[in-house]
């Protein structure tokens, strides 16, 4: 009955709405109720029309009143529809409050422009001109404006909630940083001078000391005021003053000559310094790659245009501060008791790697255990040291630059380096010291280990990775598998669902997030690395390549795709369940390179709980980022040198049958960039699923039976029947999370289901179907 009368009210409000908005519309300001009788009313609702608009528009608000009935008829659409009151109680009532100040504020405009010679007030109505008019009188013509604004300010503020205050603080923010930069650099100026100082003052005490310390029978320069004083001596006979003189000409000879010889010794020491010129890599537009251009089963690549360009910092050093930040190292050196000379140096975009050849009998011990005062003396975060250099007798010296540059991703994909390289699985990995462009080759690794602290740059790296090789092959050529417990680092990847990842029976997640599933994830790729050894067996080929030209070359079948396994953080898996993640990651680093299946692994928690022994035995290729301890970096590369990396990207890489970690800087990809790879990708043709067979067979080989071990039926048979028929979903995951069984047990329940023929058989990455209804509950109880 409620309804009934709502919706006959509302029918009625609309329909009076209407009426007095057509009443407005013939709103004649020479028409009133007054009118007689004999005259004809041009108002299209007649007398009425002219009541209602001589009252709302002339006595009332003026034009303003037109949103009266617009408003009421949204509350005669509210009755109607019964909708929740409450929705549209307050913007009714600020709206009726915009109204009023809408009328009062087109009054003082009236008042303003025409002044009180006509106070009929067409515009605002007699009520928005009069409250308008009492303004005017008690604040006058400023006072009056003044308050106008303050209301309609507090109104809009007070609905939409959006604040005044913000944007003046961000300006004032923006202003106030602009100065703090300009400061900055000016403060920046007088401190470079300040070193510059300190350096010469540093210089002219070493000078004099090394004058000191000149031999007895060399004569110094205070002979030069003696024979000053002899020669304004007058000379009492000619003779004693001829021989003077000659006395005085040979000792100055003998001056000049010794600071000719020490000039000269800097000098030479100042040529021997050999400074190398930061390597210039010659950049090709990679879209031009003609290979790039062949068809691609209506896929087409990223372009280079989607990324950041790059921007360079520093400028490039020049050779003289080189020179000098060389001479400053060789005498900060020989202050703290080690002698050596800088030989060489060579320039990078982030560090600078300063050669120096020890003296005769100066352990490279000692500029080892000199790092820390180095890096205090060089004002620098972090120094390494490499004593000695590989091949060399000489110790390398790394000192970040004061103005590093940033390593784009742009940069080194566009490079003649990644652009011409073969392998679909090529990574553009960043620069050398030198400034070379750095990519490495995951077919030849095979696989990868990562670690590093938080910031340090992993997570970067990882988007690294995935780009380079999105940037060169399609859907058709590699599959993903993504684990990511964090659940956050590779949500962006999602948009891949259809085109590069991996399905797999079972797991209802594109980025796999729980350790459950990627346990299951890790057996599916295991079994799927079988089964290809069985294709490339019956194939009479040895490895993925062989088969996939084998099949190009014949025309017969598809080709078989890479699967990259990446793993954004093993510690979380390892500490669930380490047996059960270590096992399938162990045989797949063994065995699956043949078969084009690689894994990259990360983690934070560089230990050795987490990098077991068998772990790190099969991932002869390994990346340390920069890591808190020692202890940290001889578990992932064998030696120390990851704690005094400078973070940021800067890495020491450990290559596949190389002793030595070559320091790289990973190329920067930002979250933007990223999205518009996703978006270009997402604008393509969906590419054919590959999904993997569950890998329960292979999870149960080893004898496994029922929980009860009669090899009958499980004891949580018949509530897995219930939890299934009921949801009609027959899914391992769903017994999983609603049993809470781990995933061996719930894959044999589902098993025993088909064995009784309640669910169908494998269909895929689909849930199974359920081949009865309710009614077969019935029969369990």
């Keep these: 009955m409620k309804e009934k009368r709502f919706e006959i009210l509302g029918i009625l409000i609309v329909t009076v709405s209407i009426l007095i908005l057509f009443s407005f519309f013939g709103y004649n300001s020479n028409e009133d109720p007054g009118i007689s009788p004999n005259v004809k009313v041009e108002n299209p609702m007649g007398i009425l029309g002219v009541w209602l608009s001589y009252f709302f528009i002339k006595l009332g608000l003026g034009y303003s009143a037109f949103f009266i009935p617009l408003l009421s008829t949204v509350w005669g659409i509210w009755f109607f529809m019964h909708k929740d009151f409450e929705a549209i109680v307050r913007p009714s009532l600020y709206g009726l409050l915009g109204v009023l100040l809408s009328s009062i504020s087109l009054g003082y405009l009236q008042i303003v422009y025409y002044g009180f010679d006509n106070l009929?007030?067409?515009?605002?109505?007699?009520?928005?001109?009069?409250?308008?008019?009492?303004?005017?009188?008690?604040?006058?013509?400023?006072?009056?404006?003044?308050?106008?604004?303050?209301?309609?300010?507090?109104?809009?503020?007070?609905?939409?909630?959006?604040?005044?205050?913000?944007?003046?603080?961000?300006?004032?923010?923006?202003?106030?940083?602009?100065?703090?930069?300009?400061?900055?650099?000016?403060?920046?100026?007088?401190?470079?001078?300040?070193?510059?100082?300190?350096?010469?003052?540093?210089?002219?005490?070493?000078?004099?000391?090394?004058?000191?310390?000149?031999?007895?029978?060399?004569?110094?320069?205070?002979?030069?005021?003696?024979?000053?004083?002899?020669?304004?001596?007058?000379?009492?006979?000619?003779?004693?003053s001829t021989n003077n003189e000659e006395t005085e000409t040979e000792a100055l000879n003998d001056v000049s000559r010794s600071e000719d010889l020490q000039s000269k010794e800097k000098t030479n020491d100042l040529e021997k310094i050999e400074v190398e010129e930061m390597v210039q890599e010659e950049e090709v537009d990679l879209d031009t790659v003609e290979e790039r251009k062949l068809p691609k089963k209506e896929f087409q690549l990223p372009s280079p245009e989607l990324l950041a360009n790059p921007i360079s910092v520093q400028g490039g050093i020049s050779k003289d501060e080189l020179v000098e930040r060389a001479n400053f190292l060789q005498q900060s050196l020989e202050t703290f008791g080690v002698i050596g000379k800088v030989v060489n140096v060579s320039p990078g975009p982030v560090i600078t790697l300063f050669e120096v050849e020890p003296a005769e009998g100066v352990r490279v011990n000692k500029f080892v255990a000199l790092s820390d005062d180095l890096a205090r003396v060089m004002e620098a975060s972090r120094v390494r040291v490499i004593a000695p250099i590989p091949g060399k007798s000489s110790v390398g010296i790394e000192i970040p630059n004061r103005n590093?540059?940033?390593?784009?991703?742009?940069?080194?994909?566009?490079?003649?380096?990644?652009?011409?390289?073969?392998?679909?699985?090529?990574?553009?990995?960043?620069?050398?010291?030198?400034?070379?462009?750095?990519?490495?080759?995951?077919?030849?690794?095979?696989?990868?280990?990562?670690?590093?602290?938080?910031?340090?740059?992993?997570?970067?790296?990882?988007?690294?990775?995935?780009?380079?090789?999105?940037?060169?092959?399609?859907?058709?050529?590699?599959?993903?598998?993504?684990?990511?417990?964090?659940?956050v680092e590779m949500a962006v990847y999602r948009s891949l669902a259809k085109y590069h990842l991996l399905k797999i029976e079972d797991i209802d997640e594109p980025i796999i997030t729980t350790p459950e599933n990627a346990v299951i994830a890790l057996r599916a790729v295991e079994k799927e690395m079988g089964k290809r050894y069985d294709i490339l067996a019956d194939a009479g080929v040895r490895n993925i390549a062989e088969y996939n030209q084998k099949i190009v070359n014949e025309k017969d079948g598809k080709i078989m795709p890479f699967i990259i396994v990446l793993i954004d953080e093993l510690a979380d898996l390892m500490m669930l369940n380490a047996k059960e993640v270590e096992a399938p990651i162990a045989r797949l680093t063994q065995l699956a390179r043949a078969v084009g299946i690689h894994l990259v692994v990360a983690t934070q928690r560089p230990s050795v709980d987490v990098i077991t022994g068998v772990i790190k035995a099969n991932f002869p290729s390994r990346i340390a980022f920069q890591v808190a301890t020692k202890i940290d970096s001889r578990t992932i590369i064998d030696s120390p040198g990851a704690e005094k990396l400078i973070g940021k990207g800067d890495m020491l890489y450990l290559g596949y049958g190389s002793s030595e970690p070559n320091r790289l800087h990973n190329a920067y990809l930002s979250l933007d960039e990223i999205q518009a790879m996703m978006s270009h990708i997402e604008d393509q043709t969906e590419a054919d699923d590959l999904v993997l067979e569950s890998p329960r067979e292979a999870m149960g080989a080893g004898g496994l039976v029922t929980e009860n071990g009669d090899g009958g039926f499980d004891s949580l048979f018949d509530e897995a029947v219930k939890l299934v028929v009921m949801h009609q979903q027959g899914s391992i995951s769903l017994i999983q999370r609603r049993l809470k069984v781990g995933y061996s047990r719930a894959a044999r329940l589902i098993d025993e289901m088909e064995q009784a023929g309640i669910v169908g058989s494998f269909t895929g990455s689909k849930a199974r179907e359920v081949l009865v209804d309710e009614s077969y509950l019935d029969s369990l109880n």
């Design 404 to 487: 590093p540059d940033m390593v784009y991703f742009k940069s080194v994909i566009n490079s003649e380096k990644f652009a011409k390289s073969e392998s679909k699985l090529t990574l553009a990995i960043g620069k050398s010291t030198n400034g070379e462009i750095a990519t490495l080759d995951l077919a030849q690794m095979p696989h990868l280990l990562i670690a590093g602290t938080t910031g340090s740059g992993k997570s970067v790296c990882m988007n690294t990775i995935l780009a380079s090789i999105l940037y060169q092959a399609t859907p058709d050529e590699v599959k993903f598998v993504i684990v990511d417990p964090k659940k």
């Design 120 to 240: 009929s007030f067409p515009l605002s109505g007699m009520t928005g001109g009069l409250i308008a008019i009492l303004f005017y009188d008690f604040l006058g013509n400023i006072g009056s404006l003044l308050l106008i604004i303050a209301l309609w300010l507090v109104l809009i503020r007070s609905y939409f909630g959006f604040s005044y205050y913000k944007p003046i603080k961000n300006l004032y923010s923006k202003l106030e940083k602009k100065r703090a930069d300009k400061k900055l650099v000016n403060e920046n100026l007088i401190t470079e001078q300040e070193k510059k100082d300190h350096t010469q003052s540093l210089l002219t005490k070493i000078e004099e000391q090394r004058k000191k310390d000149l031999p007895l029978d060399q004569p110094d320069k205070n002979s030069d005021n003696e024979m000053d004083q002899a020669k304004d001596q007058e000379p009492e006979k000619e003779e004693d």
